[in-house]
């Protein structure tokens, strides 16, 4: 069985640009989680969707944002890009009844310049 | 604001021997918490877990305690084997409302010396 995939592995972009990450949840999860660890920090939760809807999401600025797609895979998107935007963003699935036991991707890291 | 704190960011030990990792949480609303193992280039990937009605949960050489009244949890393996060596997240949850988040700790890097 396929885990978590994400993509890119690695994005460099500068100030002011845009970046779009993408993820494929595990075969049978409905629900996707994306958390962001800038260097030396925890995991940051970020956002949280099921069936397409946006079920919650952390204390972020709006420029974050993504979206779920038919398939169950998502991407997301931050726009205006600033230098502390850089860290590994990590995405994750898991059955809606089993939202606390996450399958984590391996992970894109994004760098602003 | 840190609601879940590791305080230790790296340990060593020697193969064979425990490693205890140590984490606090400050929201005596968490009702669920979890350990994750993280490898290099890799995500992190489920551990164990605990309810908060429990006080200890054991899977093999793993076991998590859990103090509710200081608010600390800890993660026993025993005994401690070189590829145990990876950086482990805490993390704690409103389990019993579906709220899709989990508050991680910084983390903290064991080293199991051969």
């Known amino acids: 069985e396929a885990g978590v995939t994400q993509s890119p592995t690695h994005l460099i972009k500068t100030r002011g640009q845009q970046a779009t990450l993408r993820c494929s949840p595990i075969s049978g999860h409905t629900s996707v989680y994306w958390y962001q660890q800038a260097l030396g920090l925890g995991l940051q939760f970020l956002l949280w969707?099921?069936?397409?809807?946006?079920?919650n999401r952390g204390n972020f600025p709006p420029r974050f944002s993504g979206r779920q797609f038919p398939n169950y895979s998502s991407e997301l998107n931050v726009n205006a890009l600033e230098l502390e935007d850089s860290a590994l963003y990590l995405c994750?699935?898991?059955?809606?009844?089993?939202?606390?036991?996450?399958?984590f991707g391996a992970g894109s890291r994004l760098t602003v310049l | 604001d840190q609601q879940v704190k590791q305080n230790s960011p790296s340990l060593s030990v020697q193969e064979g021997r425990i490693s205890i990792l140590n984490c606090d949480y400050t929201n005596s609303m968490f009702d669920y918490f979890l350990w994750y193992k993280k490898y290099p280039a890799e995500g992190p990937t489920f551990l164990i877990s605990i309810s908060s009605i429990k006080d200890k949960n054991e899977d093999g050489r793993f076991t998590v305690f859990l103090n509710k009244s200081a608010k600390h949890l800890s993660l026993h393996i025993v005994p401690s084997q070189p590829g145990d060596s990876a950086v482990y997240f805490c993390a704690a949850s409103y389990g019993s409302s579906n709220t899709g988040k989990l508050i991680f700790g910084q983390g903290t890097t064991l080293q199991v010396k051969p």
């Open positions: 969707y099921d069936e397409g809807e946006e079920r």
């Open positions: 994750a699935s898991s059955l809606l009844d089993r939202a606390n036991v996450l399958t």
